[in-house]
């Protein structure tokens, strides 16, 4: 079992940064297989923003944020982090972190958590 504590969310104003992060505890953090940002919102639904293989330097990026963010991860502290760059007012939504054994891209995924708001003003 897994389970993900994010922080970092906020209000910012178009432009601005945030950074979110998300922690792993768990024994067994160290063998999950990917970790992901997602974020939902009631006109859009959930889509995957970013993810990173635990066991690689590989990333992966939504379009609509490339360039922008950057997801990171501390194996020393099983920590995920999303550098969130160029705020758009279209970025505001629930972010969540989530984890798997067996995900690849934005499928497959065994956890989540609670969830943290990002709002950017224009």
């Known amino acids: 079992q897994v389970r993900l504590v994010e922080s970092g969310g906020g209000s910012v104003q178009a432009g601005g940064s945030l950074r979110l992060s998300c922690a792993a505890v768990?024994?067994?953090?160290?063998?999950?297989?990917?970790m992901a940002w997602f974020r939902q919102t009631p006109e859009k639904g959930r889509e995957g923003v970013a993810v990173?293989?635990?066991?690689?330097?590989?990333?992966y990026y939504a379009d609509s944020v490339k360039g922008r963010f950057t997801i990171s991860r501390d194996n020393a502290k099983d920590t995920v982090y999303l550098q969130m760059s160029s705020l758009k007012p279209e970025d505001t939504a629930m972010y969540y972190c989530?984890?798997?054994?067996?995900?690849?891209?934005?499928?497959?995924?065994?956890?989540w958590g609670q969830g943290t708001q990002v709002t950017v003003s224009s």
């Open positions: 768990s024994d067994y953090a160290d063998n999950l297989r990917c």
């Open positions: 990173i293989y635990v066991g690689a330097p590989t990333t």
């Open positions: 989530a984890a798997g054994w067996l995900c690849a891209g934005f499928e497959r995924y065994d956890y």
